[in-house]
């Protein structure tokens, strides 16, 4: 489907506070955060929320109507999304107003408590924005819990390595977090690598004896029905990238989300250098955005069908047939 | 009562008077309801109704076929419980599937939940459109009985398409799917679409009587 600017700012802006809040949670539970780190953490937090929040706005197209948006709330994943993501932004303002009116002790019971409901309030809106791709049928390439977990784990991973570039900045070293960074990494290719077999699965799933109800394969597009590239009125549909080119933005994602990263904390790890894990950041998210556009621009739509020639194999019935008549002509 | 339209695929010659006539019935122009940005030169704009033309097979076995695609009016229609605001809805008098543009936001997520990808999305106005079965037309009482259907039904110049009342068994549209094997698209996906198609006839293949001969005698 297109992959539309505002979605990819809302998906990646939503991941990055859920990912920093829960490295919050992290630091506060194991005794670690100071008040130097706790700021820019709540900060980025905000910022990224803030953002995210902006592009949903911007994601509608008539605000005269956002007013009805929790109408369906006891069937739209997106009803659900507006709820528990407003109420994750409300919690997450109301902690760091706490923090600055109160000035809490950040390593006490109550403080980890009420991070800890912000956590949860974050792990909601993440899993019910993940839900609202995951449970639509026509879109083959999401419709599976991969896109859960694929959500979930680019979460923690951006969310960790913003807040491992956080800590060194604040001189607050903690190794723990360039490790977490590692597993997550790992964790988070084993996660891809299981996506793109599903969205290679629901390529191969678009059926044109599904489509057209036609007894003969193969079969081949003449019209469209008056529409062209780039499909303008149907978002639905993107045009489907070559493979060559599919391969070249998958290696770029690959070095961006996974190899620089993954170089950079094992540098940090060895040095100390606060440079290593803010360049891994920057870098870090702007694979996330490469991520994105190919989880949106590779999706498959059931209508592909209507939209794609069958592929150029023989027969299975005529081929044959031929072939033996050409047979009993020679002799 | 759940309203369809049923297309004979054998009498459906691809001359796009149904796609034509219900984009001059709903509207052309860049602020009508089914809107073109340069309506005179490229005609990839909105339209309700697409003919999507298709060959199959390998020669001599190849046929064409011409499939025309609006929106199923599905039974299940899973773009009516994706959209937050309501604003997709189906009728509980007539099954039809329809979309309050007041309450529409414009989020496309009801696009992306249509196994047929009938839904267009409205640049100017900021919101979903599809084909509403000409509600206007088949409620407006003042018009007489025949000209009460759809204008994409209206105007196929070989009646291959019939409208009706799916619901009804004693209904021509009911009988026409029970007795002539009618199917609808993507049954796996499980919309249950009402909109329906009777299927292709096969077509004798152009084989001479020496070639079944030279058949048989290599086979037997």
């Known amino acids: 489907m297109k992959p539309a600017p505002q979605l990819l700012v809302l998906t990646i802006g939503q991941g990055l506070a859920v990912g920093l809040v829960l490295s919050l949670l992290y630091l506060s539970a194991r005794g670690l955060l100071t008040p130097a780190l706790v700021w820019p953490l709540l900060l980025a937090a905000l910022v990224t929320a803030a953002i995210g929040g902006v592009a949903s706005f911007f994601h509608m197209h008539q605000f005269s109507a956002a007013r009805y948006i929790l109408r369906r709330l006891k069937t739209s994943w997106l009803s659900r999304e507006a709820l528990t993501t407003g109420l994750f932004g409300g919690a997450l303002f109301l902690l760091a107003l706490l923090t600055y009116l109160v000035h809490p002790n950040l390593n006490s019971d109550s403080y980890v408590i009420a991070v800890a409901i912000v956590a949860f309030l974050a792990v909601l809106a993440l899993f019910v924005t993940a839900m609202l791709y995951a449970t639509i049928p026509a879109m083959l390439s999401w419709h599976s819990p991969i896109t859960v977990l694929n959500f979930i784990m680019l979460a923690l991973l951006g969310g960790n390595s913003w807040a491992l570039a956080l800590a060194s900045a604040e001189r607050v070293s903690h190794a723990g977090l360039a490790a977490t960074e590692l597993v997550l990494l790992v964790l988070a290719f084993i996660v891809k690598g299981l996506q793109w077999h599903v969205f290679r699965q629901a390529h191969g799933r678009v059926n044109p004896a599904t489509g057209f109800g036609l007894p003969f394969a193969p079969y081949r597009l003449q019209d469209t029905g008056t529409t062209k590239p780039p499909y303008r009125t149907q978002t639905q549909i993107y045009p489907p990238l070559h493979p060559h080119r599919r391969g070249q933005v998958k290696v770029v994602m690959g070095v961006l989300l996974g190899v620089i990263p993954a170089v950079l904390a094992i540098v940090w790890m060895t040095t100390g250098r606060v440079v290593y894990p803010v360049i891994s950041a920057i870098v870090l998210t702007v694979g996330l955005m490469v991520e994105r556009w190919l989880f949106f621009a590779d999706a498959t739509h059931s209508s592909r069908v209507f939209f794609d020639d069958l592929a150029q194999v023989p027969s299975r019935v005529a081929t044959p047939l031929a072939s033996r008549m050409t047979r009993a002509r020679e002799q | ?220």
């Open chain 2, 1 to 220: 009562m759940q309203l369809t339209i049923i297309t004979d695929l054998n009498k459906c010659v691809g001359c796009k008077s149904c796609q034509v006539s219900c984009k001059e019935h709903n509207t052309s122009g860049v602020f009508g309801p089914v809107p073109d940005e340069n309506p005179y030169q490229d005609p990839d704009g909105m339209w309700w109704n697409r003919i999507v033309t298709m060959e199959s097979g390998e020669y001599p076995n190849t046929q064409v076929m011409y499939l025309p695609k609006a929106c199923m009016h599905c039974y299940d229609a899973p773009c009516v419980p994706v959209c937050p605001t309501g604003a997709s809805y189906k009728r509980e008098d007539n099954g039809v599937v329809l979309i309050d543009y007041q309450s529409c936001i414009g989020c496309q997520l009801c696009m992306w939940a249509c196994p047929y990808g009938v839904r267009e999305f409205d640049e100017t106005e900021g919101v979903v459109k599809k084909c509403t079965l000409c509600i206007d037309r088949i409620e407006d009482e003042t018009l007489p009985d025949e000209e009460r259907q759809p204008a994409c039904v209206q105007s196929c110049p070989t009646h291959a398409r019939t409208f009706g009342d799916l619901d009804d068994p004693t209904s021509e549209v009911a009988q026409l799917v029970s007795q002539r094997q009618g199917f609808g698209l993507m049954p796996e996906l499980g919309a249950r679409p009402a909109i329906h198609y009777l299927p292709r006839r096969p077509v004798p293949s152009p084989v001479s009587a020496g070639e079944i001969d030279a058949l048989v005698e290599e086979k037997y």
